[in-house]
């Protein structure tokens, strides 16, 4: 009988469907619970600027790709009927007053996850936000199950939150406590998710650190798959222009991205010698804190470009130099892959989760202590003293391997060829 395992999506994208051909590659027939039909998303779509039409398109477009690289017959798609659909979005959308990603997910757990015949797996591969209904459903049948977890663990990411709201105000940090009823299901929800689980996928292994650290998981449940760039590696070089330095910055702008003291750096650095008549730093992501808004049009230095589509914002960055990414919870971090993708010279934190991608010194620099602020103002004074260090260290980005699918995937097959051993 053919290994069965039975994947849970919250929504078609790369970080999800690259599971799959790891376990197709292994033998095993895939099937896939997600909400919807992808063939339902028109290829049109692809032609229209709008974010979310080219994000619909993109996830048809994955899955396309998928079909054409695996075994005839290997995976298989259990959605709702396009009926059950609208009954169901017009329940999540017009009663509950729900999230449209939020509706795709209930729907999944409570309209799909009830008819499943769970009998014919060996396993169930589970992503968060999505597993809590079907883990239930494992343990009833006896058939183990794997988390792959997207983002930092709950505990560590809400606890941060308050220790950095704390450390502004300068009084002692409180541990998170669910403040209302929506709070307390996703805290119990997501909390509880890692606990049920078999084994958990992490991305890096301050990713799975993080779940060692704040759940019962050891670290031989944890398991390590990096994820795959979405743009082709780089042949350019970049190189000083003689008269200015342009660092960027890009992703939500927040404490957790590390702002605070990426701001507090740059107005240390634009107070010294020439600095700030010949360094410029840009920012792209969502804003939605008036305060750092105002902090932006207060400093000439600064600019401000908000958020961009995708491809819009690759662009944009291959107009600078130096791309510095401060986060001090990301469990991967794109931005950072998409930066050594382009070879520019990086300046981030081991707390962000694809650092290990890069080394110190070689590539750009690793800040040892996220909240250092005088430890970022340094590295970043490293290419201002030393502009050629820009070419430097892009001529050595230009050598590291292009981290496209196959690469990061082979790398990730050989990180989980121990889970394949447990499971079968």
């Not at 790709?65 to 609208?86: D, K, R, W, Y």
Request: proline content about 4%; charged content about 25%.
């Amino acid at each position: 009988m053919k290994k069965r395992v039975l994947f849970a999506f919250p929504d078609y994208s790369h970080t999800c469907l690259r599971s799959v051909k790891l376990f197709t590659e292994m033998g095993y027939r895939v099937d896939i619970v997600v909400a919807y039909n992808y063939r339902l998303i028109p290829r049109f779509f692809g032609r229209f600027s709008s974010s979310t039409f080219t994000k619909f398109y993109r996830r048809r477009a994955l899955m396309d790709q998928i079909i054409t690289e695996v075994p005839v017959g290997a995976v298989n798609v259990i959605h709702l009927s396009f009926m059950q659909f609208c009954i169901s979005f017009y329940k999540g959308h017009f009663v509950r007053k729900r999230p449209f990603f939020n509706i795709l997910k209930d729907m999944i757990q409570e309209d799909i996850c009830p008819t499943i015949n769970y009998s014919k797996y060996n396993l169930l591969y589970l992503f968060d936000t999505v597993a809590y209904l079907f883990q239930e459903k494992a343990i009833e049948q006896g058939i183990k199950t794997i988390l792959e977890c997207r983002g930092p663990h709950f505990k560590f990411s809400q606890n941060l939150r308050l220790a950095l709201e704390a450390r502004e105000r300068g009084v002692d940090s409180e541990d998170y406590v669910p403040k209302n009823h929506n709070d307390e299901w996703w805290y119990r929800k997501l909390i509880t998710e890692p606990e049920m689980a078999d084994y958990l996928i992490c991305y890096s292994e301050f990713h799975a650190q993080q779940y060692i650290d704040n759940s019962s998981k050891k670290r031989e449940q944890m398991y390590l798959l990096p994820l795959p760039s979405t743009i082709q590696k780089s042949k350019v070089t970049r190189k000083y222009n003689g008269k200015h330095i342009s660092f960027y910055f890009a992703g939500n702008v927040t404490s957790l991205k590390g702002i605070n003291q990426l701001l507090k750096a740059w107005k240390s650095i634009q107070s010294e010698n020439d600095f700030g008549q010949r360094s410029s730093l840009h920012i792209y992501g969502s804003c939605s804190e008036v305060a750092y808004l105002e902090e932006f049009k207060l400093m000439p230095s600064i600019q401000y470009h908000g958020k961009q589509l995708h491809q819009e914002l690759i662009e944009q960055i291959q107009l600078h130099d130096v791309c510095i990414f401060p986060s001090l919870l990301d469990s991967y971090g794109f931005v950072l892959q998409e930066a050594l993708q382009l070879n520019i010279p990086v300046i981030s934190n081991f707390t962000s989760g694809a650092s290990f991608l890069y080394e110190h010194e070689i590539h750009g620099y690793k800040c040892t202590d996220s909240y250092d602020v005088d430890e970022l103002g340094k590295c970043i004074r490293q290419f201002l003293s030393n502009p050629n260090r820009i070419e430097e260290f892009s001529m050595a980005l230009n050598q590291l391997p292009d981290y496209n699918a196959d690469y990061m995937n082979a790398l990730g097959k050989r990180n989980i060829e121990k889970l394949f051993e447990e499971i079968a």
